[in-house]
């Protein structure tokens, strides 16, 4: 049959991406726990694995001796066998990182903004830490560049639609220039969206979850059903701009009274984290949401105030039962929650498809 072939290739490749997505999740696993994790058979495993520790993408680790019986021997992924780069594009800096194949940073570079600063300028400030980043690694391990940047954009076609208080981005096909300057694979999505994907990756999904970006702007990624939900224009989330009094000061977006404008008004961090909650109480009674995950550089100078004021807000105004409760966290991931998941991001593809 003429399709055979192709099919047989599909079903291999599909059951490589298997084996090392139970592998990086679990952190190391025997082969016979791969194939019990997996569903394949111990010969699908021994004949997969050879293949994965051949091209150097996983390594093994003999442990101690546990009593009677041969040492068992753990497969897991080589951190050094490829590497990728994720940016955060905001209004007054950038920040990129390079990673490693288990998706931790090994070092970063991080550069100021001027005001009003083009499209051209930006792509070139990336270009270079992205150079200085990658200069002391093999060049054809490194996967490709995330990025994660202000909106709103189309995450599909990699164009930066009309982004919020930058003036002159319109319609600017930002992957194309950076893959042009850099001249590897770049992924472009909203920095609300690759928080969300930092703070799920690898393992995926769990409770339907806000991840609530405040920074420059404020914006949520959305996790829900265990998936990252961008919307069909890819531009959900653009939760700073719901509006909390029609007849407030002027937002960037053309409203009034929006969240974000509110917010960046308020006389106190407090005041400013309690109006944040109010906001979100709204978002939690619509999407039934059952986690806010609290990030950006303005939760980071105040964790604990955002914390609280969002956990009293909610409490006050979604009096509910003990099932339904929403946990309210701080990410641990800090300012780096953007690139990280930009970089993550062009890790997911590899691991979908690793050759």
């Known amino acids: 049959m003429p399709g055979t072939g192709v099919n047989l290739r599909g079903l291999r490749e ?5 084996l090392l997505g139970q592998i990086l999740r679990a952190g190391g696993l025997s082969r016979v726990e791969l194939a019990e994790r997996s569903g394949l058979t111990q010969q699908a495993v021994s004949k ?4 994965l520790l051949t091209t150097g993408l996983l390594e093994e680790q003999r442990l101690p001796a546990a009593g009677v019986g041969k040492p068992r021997t ?3 992924v080589r951190p050094n066998a490829r590497y990728a780069l994720g940016a955060q594009l905001d209004r007054d800096e950038l920040r990129v990182l390079l990673v490693d194949l288990l998706g ?3 070092a970063a570079e991080v550069r100021p903004l001027r005001a009003g600063f083009t499209p051209d300028h930006a792509v070139s400030v990336l270009a270079e830490a992205a150079e200085l980043l990658v200069a002391d690694v093999d060049r054809a391990l490194v996967l490709g560049m995330g990025v994660g940047a202000v909106g709103p954009l189309d995450h599909r076609e990699g164009i930066v639609r009309d982004a919020t208080n930058l003036p002159g981005w319109h319609e600017v096909p930002l992957r194309e220039l950076l893959a042009a300057r850099t001249g590897l694979p770049v992924i472009l999505d909203k920095n609300t969206n690759t928080a969300a994907v930092a703070q799920h990756w690898p393992d995926g999904g769990g409770a339907a979850t806000a991840v609530v970006l405040v920074g420059t702007g404020i914006g949520v990624g959305l ?9 069909p224009r890819t531009n959900a989330g653009e939760f700073g701009h719901t509006t909390l009094a029609f007849d407030g000061p002027r937002c960037g977006c053309g409203r009034r009274g929006c969240v974000e404008v509110l917010h960046n ?5 407090g005041e400013a ?5 109010i906001g979100l109480a709204d978002l939690v009674q619509v999407l039934d949401l059952e986690r806010v995950v609290l990030a950006g550089r303005a939760v980071h100078a105040a964790p604990d105030v955002y914390r609280e004021a969002v956990e009293a807000q909610l409490a006050e105004l979604l009096p509910v039962p003990h099932w339904q409760r929403i946990r309210v966290e701080v990410s641990e991931l800090g300012e780096d929650v953007v690139a990280l998941g930009a970089a993550a991001e ?10």
């Open 223 to 231: 996790f829900i059903d265990g998936r990252l939900y961008r919307g």
């Open 104 to 106: 931790r940073p090994l």
């Open 74 to 76: 753990l497969l897991r």
């Open 265 to 269: 008004a308020a006389a106190s961090t």
């Open 273 to 277: 984290a309690g109006l944040l909650g």
């Open 346 to 355: 062009v890790l997911t593809a590899f691991y979908e498809n690793p050759k």
């Open 48 to 51: 997969i694995v050879p293949e």
């Open 14 to 18: 599909h059951n490589r991406a298997l």
